[in-house]
Each structure stands twice: as C-alpha cells, then as structure tokens.
C-alpha cells in the first residue's frame, strides 16, 4: 500500500506539468495511507507571512470559515516551515495551537503537518487532519517522503513556467525583429542590391522586404550643398 502511494505520487509529478495537479494526486495519496480525512496544500506566500491554499477537504465536516480568509504562518504548521520537517499533534483541540483557529474551524482531532522543501527553504505544506486514531510514526515516515515528491512537483512546474516565460518573450522577439544576416551583393556604382532570385533591386526595396524597416527620404548636407547649392537655406 505505502509503495503503491509513493508510486503513484512519483507517477503524477511526470504526468502533470501543473503543480496543483500533481499536488492533488499526492495530498489524496496521504490521505489514502494514513486514513486521514481532511487537510490542504498550501503554498507560501510571497511575503513569507501566509499560506495561500491551493484546494482543502473539510472530509464532510462542517467548516463555516471564509476560505477567502489570510491563513497566516503560525501555531503548528509555523514549526513545519521553521523546522523544515514533519510536525503533528494526536491531540490537537487540547493544544496551545487551537487558539489560532477562526470561529467555525471544522474541528481537528488531530493534524500533521508535511514541509515542501527546495533550496533548504520550505515553500508550502500539506497539512492532514481527522484520521481515526492516532498519527503514528509510519505515517510521519510516508508523509514525509510524499511531502519531498510534492517539493519535486513544485520546483519542476516553477522552472517550466519560468521556461514557458522565456518562450514567449523570445517568441515576441523573433515576431518584432527581422535581421539582415550573411553577405549581400551590391552594385559598386549604383548601389542596387542583389535578392536570392538574382534580381536586381533598390536597396530601401531590399531592406523593407526583409525587415520591418519603413524609409522616410531626404537630403544629406554633403547632397544638398553639391546638388541644391542654389536653394534656399531655411
């Protein structure tokens, strides 16, 4: 059973190029092992002071708590980010850490709390409540490693959306800009240009056709003072 987890944990993070995919099929994964009931994935925020819940199963209790609501960094899951490592508490509602639960909190029995590591930083948890029975240290054991497949899920779908960003600007690049590139054949008097099909053409022709380059005419001073000598100056 616990291979099977880990197995199917590790097969969602190359079949998924979305975190909170991958992150579903490992937190229901956690829940299947360990039996329990309710519990989230999180990511942390970009400020370092809140969760930002990516989905959460309430396990058919009754939970009136806005989901809207800021889920700050404190009490039990506070230690899982500071520790870097699995916290739990088999008697949660008789800890110091219940007074940090809004008004309408489904209640909790008991809860375990999984870093998502990277860097030696943790970026997000996963947070299980309400098995039957007590967390035990086999489940501590599993819930960890499924934590470091999730953490693997992450640092992927981040690089790949960095990647995906990288694509797109150079895809925008590639869309703005046209470049003249190798050597081009031009008349030594004339100054016509040569094309691939061996015809002769303008250069401001050549240039527009192979660029996004758009040509305004006028007169040089060298031009003007030779040609037009008898012009007005203005």
Known sequence: ?????????ARAVLRFSSFEESARTI???????????SGY?????????????????????????????PMPIRGLRAEAYRERKVVWDNDFMASEHVAFMPEGHVELRNVLFAPLVI???????????????????????????LGEIASVALYNSRN??????????????LAEVKALRGIIPI?????KVRDDSGYWEQVEEFVQKHSEVEF???????????YYRDLPRT
């Open 1 to 9: 059973m616990a291979l099977d987890a880990l197995y199917n944990a």
């Open 27 to 37: 937190f229901d994964e956690a829940c299947r092992i360990t039996g329990a009931r």
């Open 41 to 69: 994935v999180a990511l942390l925020s970009e400020d370092g002071q809140e969760n930002e819940v990516l989905f959460l199963e309430a396990g058919g209790m009754p939970c009136t708590v806005d989901p809207l609501l």
């Open 119 to 145: 860097e030696d930083r943790a970026e997000g948890v996963i947070g299980l409540a309400n098995k039957e029975g007590d967390f035990t240290a086999e489940d501590v054991r599993l819930v960890g490693a």
């Open 160 to 173: 790949l959306d960095q990647l995906k960003e990288t694509v797109a600007r150079l895809e925008q690049t």
């Open 187 to 191: 008349c030594a008097r004339c100054k």
């Open 216 to 226: 305004t005419h006028g007169l040089c001073p060298d031009c003007l003072a030779q």
